[in-house]
């Protein structure tokens, strides 16, 4: 398996899932005022939608989405609990919040990425995205991962946009629940991993991300 990935952008959500499977898989980064690859095609081959993620299976196929590509590869591993089985409740509820981290969080943020965008448009913007992350803080409380005590992809995809936040000026200060939770799967050996094959590690340091198209 191949993953296309721009380092910190919504693609980290899948190296995570790849590194916490523990499955063999190649990374190959996409450049994204070119978009070219590193083997220098163009990246719309690929993917035509012109983001990332996108994996390309053993089998030559491409599959697209953050939240699909997640459940897919934790579907490889079930022993690894990454995601509750198919036809389960809990599966509907990771499905649930996939769902809710794409197009409330994910989508949320993607406008302060905007070069153009003005003040005034960036308060509402964060006012906005602010009661989602309200939602999700409070969700939080008392347990230690999105669906309790297991974390699973959902909280691969939280913790990759939540990480833009302080880049963005986003103040998540004033949900200490949001802090441990960003240590806790940020100290994970496997994010980790992700994270220093991303380049976004300097020694034992976090890089800032947040930089690149959402
Ligand atoms: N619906 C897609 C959105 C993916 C997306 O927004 N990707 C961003 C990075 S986080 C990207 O590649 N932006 C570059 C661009 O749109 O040119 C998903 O959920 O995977």
């Not at 089985?85 to 949320?108: C, D, Q």
């Not at 833009?164 to 050996?189: E, F, H």
Request: glycine content about 8%.
């Amino acid at each position: 398996m191949k993953l296309y990935y721009i380092p910190g952008a919504c693609s980290l959500s899948s190296h995570i899932v790849l590194s916490e499977c523990g499955l063999p898989y190649d990374l190959e980064k996409v450049d994204c005022t070119t978009m070219k690859t590193e083997r220098g095609i163009d990246y719309r081959t690929i993917n035509p939608k012109g983001y990332v993620p996108a994996i390309e299976l053993d089998n030559g196929e491409v599959l697209t989405e953050a939240a699909v590509i997640a459940q897919y590869v934790a579907d490889l591993v079930p022993e690894k609990g990454l995601s509750p089985p198919y036809g389960s409740v809990e599966r509907y509820r990771l499905m649930e919040w996939l769902n809710f981290i794409a197009t409330e969080i994910h989508k949320g943020f993607s406008p302060l990425f905007h070069p153009k965008i003005t003040d005034e448009m960036k308060t509402l913007v964060i006012e906005r995205l602010n009661t989602r992350i309200d939602y999700v803080a409070k969700q939080l409380e008392g347990k230690n991962y999105l669906l309790g005590n297991h974390f699973s992809v959902a909280d691969a995809y939280l913790f990759t946009i939540l990480s833009w936040a302080k880049n963005l000026k986003v103040d998540l200060s004033r949900w200490s629940v949001l802090s441990g939770y960003m240590r806790r799967i940020g100290d994970r050996p496997a994010v980790f991993k992700a994270l220093a094959e991303e380049g976004l590690i300097e020694g034992s340091k976090k890089v800032e991300r947040g930089t690149v198209a959402a």
